[in-house]
């Protein structure tokens, strides 16, 4: 694998693999745009290209190094093999937020739903895993404590690509966790007011749309 400028083409090429496949891309792509560029089967259309979606997950190997990431945060690179990971697995945690009638018996449920949350090894695994540069282990600590709103701020840019789950020799599922900790945060304070106030505006709009159709008839 190597880096060249072609010949009539001022524009610097790499070489790498994607999938098991050799390709020949240009400098600057993400590693899904030079998907794409090569043809690679299974991945047209993958992900939102914005980080978001967490759905273009990838593992790379340089040399003897192994690392994870998405792949439209993550630009081509000499001498890289990238293999693009299947999607995420349906969760193994299974509860009904609206169960949760008050807030007396959260802490025993949580523990009961994640019983593994409370063997954290702090391998750091979860951290380096992260391609949004979250505080994984620190955030499924505080829930673990109970801290389920700090947890939640923790996890505030998690967009569930799961690559933290898939770190983790304790199978804690941190992604799930931080999923968890928000959910039980909204189920028992206030909405925001903005929040309020654009579903206000949403109903207002529904209804508005219906009484158009009605005068139609």
Not at 32 to 50: D, N, R, S
Not at 90 to 99: G, L, M, T, V
Request: glycine share 8%; with cysteine; net charge negative.
């Amino acid at each position: 694998m190597s880096t060249a400028t072609h010949e009539g083409d001022n524009r610097t090429h790499i070489s790498l693999t994607i999938n098991g496949l050799a390709v020949d891309v240009t400098a600057g792509m993400t590693l899904v745009e030079a998907a794409w560029h090569a043809g690679v089967p299974g991945i047209t259309g993958v992900g939102c290209l914005e980080g978001v979606c967490g759905s273009c997950r990838v593992m790379l190997r340089k040399d003897k190094v192994v690392s994870v990431g998405l792949a439209c945060q993550t630009f081509v690179e000499s001498g890289i093999e990238v293999i693009f990971l299947p999607a995420a697995s349906a969760p193994r945690h299974h509860y009904d937020i609206s169960d949760f009638k008050d807030s007396w018996d959260i802490h025993a449920r949580f523990h009961s739903i994640f019983p593994e949350a409370s063997r954290c090894r702090h391998c750091h695994g979860c951290v380096g895993a992260c391609p949004k540069d979250i505080s994984v282990e620190d955030g499924v600590a505080l829930a673990a404590q109970g801290r389920y709103r700090e947890a939640g701020e923790a996890f505030f840019e998690c967009v569930m690509c799961e690559l933290c789950d898939v770190a983790c020799p304790e199978l804690i599922a941190p992604a799930h966790v931080g999923l968890f900790s928000r959910r039980i945060t909204a189920h028992f304070h206030l909405r925001p007011p903005n929040l309020i106030t654009r579903l206000e505006e949403l109903r207002q709009r529904r209804e508005e749309m219906g009484e158009g159709e009605k005068d139609e008839d």
